[in-house]
Each structure stands twice: as structure tokens, then as C-alpha cells.
């Protein structure tokens, strides 16, 4: 069945235990953190919904362009489908070792198709000292691991950290946040939680944009809740496990929801740096210095990485592999390398903008002072640069800046891509792994040889 948005908002009537600034939070659609994006998801649900379709997978699967928005809604569903093909990868790897996990996550994903489920992953642990195995650790909880094993299923115990949007969710793909080895089988566990588990309790963290929304225009619409999760002995049904102790294929799911994670995070910076460069461009020309040369250096600048960052995501896409489902993975080399690019270098772009911009950037006044009858003609009066561009476009122009690049959204956004999908760190570790370095050094000792004769 494909839900209504009314269908999604009863969904979340199910008994999940959520807390907010320390409290338990009932009805979740009424409360100001999780108002706007509920809102917002249950739009999409109803933007996709025919009242007959049987199956969600047509919708979920064939609608990058209706993602273009990055809305909470859209990216509900795009944070699904990373889910689903991060599950389909990794049952093709584990297929050998563990065919009834391999089974049971294609299962699964079909059943979220069916359904029009919202799965969100859970891959961070709490880790304690990092410096010390799980095993290792003074509380054996710092990384989540099975507890027991019953005849019915697997109880599990511990967090994860850094959720998007669990607690607007139906399940939770948990996995293994990184290799594990002999001796760490209770720690080698992948399986799906529903969020209304029993023992699943999920804090809510985040400064959602308060007063008039027109004044954050993309907080309004893409403020992402972060969820603290923590699964105090739930049990889960084996027919919901993919993984149980196969510890050499403990970082497969890792891996390829890195790989999933970070193709998705590319092509939102695709659109982003595309978007940055004509915010900037626009700012010059409202403030008239379109033609200044550092000012078009600056921007040149801004073209030159965002031509980058397309030509990696195209690249990847464009030398991928077909899996078994007929699916193209990704080019890990081109995904981690523009991953890379596009988070390393969005602090420049960042800076360009601002630069350009000027210091209206931050003190550009609300909108309801520019309808305020004192005094709203004359900030309209004075917002005015170029003759051209009127002084309220140039406001809303600000706003925009303003909520992309020094607002408390812009800081989140700024953290969420340099650590989403994994820190710059992990994505050098596989363009290296992944680079052709064999063919680099034979090319070079073509060079090299010739003069040693």
C-alpha cells in the first residue's frame, strides 16, 4: 500500500518513546521541534499518493527528480532508500557466509517497498575510549551488541549517535559501525528495529528555526531532527536479522552504506555548489560589483569547484557496476574523491559567498519589519543596491545567504558534510585504497627507466 500523509501522521501514534529537552513527547505532530518536518513528510506522502497503488517501490525508487528539493519529506525517502540499497549490497557480499541474513535483508527491503515504510540507519555507537577495542571497554554497552540469543530472537543493548530523522520514522537498520574480529561476535550484529520497539527510547536534539519561518528559508524547509537512540535489551525476530557474528563481514554494511551515504551527500553538493555560485552572483550584481575583477575571481573560483564536484559525481555514475538487481553502485574512487572535494572545500565557497555578499549577509532586517507601515518603505528604501534590483529582493536575497551560510542551520549543515557518511579522514582512506596506484607508478617508470639506460 502507498500511504496518504494522513496514513503517515496515525502512523506515528504507535507508543514510540521520545524525549525532548527531557520530557516525553505524545503527540509528536504538536510539538514545536518535530511540527514543521512532520509536516513536511506527511506533504510528500501525500504528493506521491494515488489512493489505489499497491506497491511504493515505483515511487521510492524512480523519484531522484522529486528529491530535488531536498525537503525533510524528500530526504525521509531518500534516507529509505539509502537503507534499501545499502541492505541489497551488502546481502550480495554476505550471500556466502550467512544466506539466511542475505535472504532476510531482501526480504526486508521489499517489505518497506510494500508497506511505504521510512527506515533510517543507526551506525555510530557510543564507543567509550575510543582507543579501546569493544571488547576491551570498562562498559561493554559502548558498542551495541546481542545480549542473548532466544529462541525467538536476538536481544540487543546499547546506542547509536547522530540519527537523522529516527524519531519521524518506522524503522531503524542497525549495523556495525566498523570491522570487528575474532572474539567480537556479539558486536558483528545488523538487523531492523521498528522505533515503537520495546525498549527503544529516542532524545531528540537540535535548535529548529523559531518565529517567522519566511525568514529561514531553508531551515523551514530542511531542518533535520538528530536522534540520540538507545535500545535498553530489545529483542528482535530472526526473521529481522541479517548479521549475527559473521565478524569478517562486520564492515560490509558499513562500507556500502558509506559508499550509499556519501553518493547521496555528492549529489545534494552538486545541487548545493550549483546554488552557491548563483547566490553569488546574484549578490554581486544587487550590490553592483558584477564586474570587480576579485569579485569575479572569486566566482570563477566558485565555478571551477562546482564543475569539479559534478564531473565526480557524473563520473561515478557514469563508471559504476550493475549488481545483481540490476542496481549501478556507484564508482567508489569518483564518490569518496568529489565526497571529498565538495565537504573539504565547502568552507572556501562558504567564504566567497560571504565576501561578495557583504555584511547584510547577517544583519539583513526580518520580513515583517519590511511590512511594518513606519518604517517598511524606507528599509525597502535603503536595502535597495543596484537600481535594477528592488530593495525587498535584495532582503530575500540575504535571507537566503544568511540561513546557508552563518545561521545555526548553517553550522549543522556544515558539520553534517564534513562528517556524514563518515570524516574526511575515511573518505581519503578509500580514494587511496581504491586509486589505481600500480598503473600511476608504471606510467612513471616509463619516464624513469629510459633515462636509467
Known amino acids: 500500500m502507498v500511504m496518504s500523509g494522513q496514513d503517515y501522521l496515525a502512523s506515528l501514534s504507535d507508543g514510540r518513546c521520545i524525549y525532548i529537552d527531557g520530557r516525553r513527547v505524545t503527540d509528536l505532530a504538536a510539538h514545536p521541534v518535530l511540527k514543521q518536518p512532520i509536516a513536511q513528510a506527511a506533504r510528500s506522502f501525500d504528493?506521491?499518493?494515488?489512493?489505489?497503488?499497491?506497491?511504493?517501490?515505483?515511487?521510492?525508487?524512480?523519484?531522484?527528480?522529486?528529491?530535488?528539493?531536498?525537503?525533510?519529506?524528500?530526504?525521509?525517502?531518500?534516507?529509505?532508500?539509502?537503507?534499501?540499497?545499502?541492505?541489497?549490497?551488502?546481502?550480495d557480499r554476505v550471500a556466502e557466509v550467512r544466506p539466511e541474513g542475505a535472504k532476510a535483508a531482501r526480504a526486508f527491503v521489499e517489505r518497506v517497498r510494500r508497506l511505504d515504510l521510512r527506515w533510517t540507519e543507526c551506525i555510530t555507537d557510543a564507543k567509550g575510549d575510543r582507543s579501546l577495542s569493544p571488547t576491551k571497554q570498562s562498559d561493554r554497552d559502548a558498542y551495541l551488541r546481542v545480549v542473548e540469543r532466544r529462541p525467538d530472537g536476538l536481544v540487543i543493548r546499547g546506542a547509536k549517535l547522530h540519527v537523522s530523522l529516527a524519531a519521524i520514522g518506522h524503522e531503524l537498520m542497525v549495523i556495525p559501525t566498523k570491522a570487528m574480529k575474532p572474539g567480537e561476535e556479539d558486536y558483528a550484529i545488523a538487523c531492523s528495529v521498528p522505533v515503537n520497539a520495546v525498549g527503544v527510547s529516542i532524545v531528540v536534539v537540535g535548535d529548529p528555526p523559531a518565529g517567522d519561518l519566511r525568514d529561514f528559508p531553508i531551515a523551514a524547509l530542511k531542518y533535520t531532527p538528530q536522534c540520540f537512540v538507545i535500545f535498553d535489551d530489545v529483542l528482535v525476530p530472526y526473521d529481522r536479522v541479517f548479521l549475527d557474528g559473521e565478524v569478517e563481514h562486520?564492515?560490509?554494511?558499513?562500507?556500502?552504506?558509506?559508499?550509499?551515504?556519501?553518493?547521496?551527500?555528492?549529489?545534494?553538493?552538486?545541487?548545493?555548489t550549483d546554488m552557491m555560485v548563483?547566490?553569488?552572483?546574484?549578490?554581486?550584481?544587487?550590490?553592483g560589483l558584477a564586474k570587480v575583477s576579485h569579485i569575479r575571481e572569486k566566482i570563477s573560483d566558485?565555478?571551477?569547484?562546482?564543475?569539479?564536484?559534478?564531473?565526480?559525481?557524473?563520473?561515478?555514475?557514469?563508471?559504476?557496476?550493475?549488481?545483481?538487481?540490476?542496481?549501478?553502485?556507484?564508482?567508489e574512487l569518483y564518490t569518496n574523491a568529489g565526497k571529498y572535494l565538495a565537504a573539504g572545500e565547502r568552507g572556501l565557497m562558504v567564504r566567497h559567498l560571504l565576501d561578495i555578499a557583504g555584511g547584510s549577509a547577517l544583519t539583513v532586517p526580518?520580513?515583517?519589519?519590511?511590512?511594518?507601515?513606519?518604517?517598511?518603505?524606507?528599509?525597502?528604501?535603503?536595502?535597495?543596491?543596484?537600481?535594477?534590483?528592488?530593495?525587498?529582493?535584495r532582503a530575500a536575497l540575504f535571507r537566503v545567504i544568511r540561513d546557508m551560510a552563518v545561521s545555526a542551520?548553517?553550522?549543522?549543515?556544515?558539520?553534517?558534510?564534513?562528517?556524514?557518511g563518515g570524516g574526511l579522514h575515511a573518505q581519503r582512506i578509500v580514494t587511496r585504497g581504491r586509486y589505481d596506484m600500480e598503473r600511476a607508478k608504471d606510467l612513471a617508470r616509463e619516464l624513469v627507466l629510459p633515462s636509467l639506460r
Not at 278 to 287: D, F, I, P, S
Not at 308 to 331: F, H, K, W
Not at 370 to 385: A, C, N, S, V
Open 250 to 272: 562486520a564492515a560490509t554494511f558499513a562500507h556500502a552504506l558509506g559508499l550509499w551515504l556519501r553518493a547521496k551527500a555528492l549529489k545534494g553538493m552538486v545541487r548545493e
Open 366 to 393: 526580518a520580513t515583517a519589519d519590511f511590512e511594518q507601515p513606519e518604517i517598511g518603505e524606507l528599509l525597502r528604501k535603503y536595502m535597495t543596491g543596484a537600481p535594477t534590483v528592488d530593495g525587498l529582493d
Open 278 to 287: 548563483g547566490l553569488a552572483q546574484l549578490a554581486a550584481e544587487g550590490n
Open 409 to 420: 542551520h548553517a553550522g549543522q549543515t556544515m558539520m553534517g558534510r564534513l562528517q556524514g
Open 302 to 331: 566558485m565555478v571551477i569547484h562546482a564543475t569539479l564536484v559534478r564531473a565526480t559525481m557524473e563520473a561515478s555514475i557514469a563508471t559504476g557496476t550493475r549488481q545483481t538487481d540490476g542496481t549501478i553502485l556507484p564508482n
Open 47 to 91: 504528493e506521491h499518493f494515488t489512493g489505489n497503488a499497491t506497491d511504493i517501490s515505483p515511487l521510492l525508487f524512480n523519484a531522484p527528480a522529486a528529491s530535488d528539493t531536498d525537503g525533510i519529506g524528500d530526504l525521509l525517502a531518500s534516507t529509505t532508500l539509502t537503507c534499501c540499497m545499502t541492505l541489497l549490497t551488502a546481502a
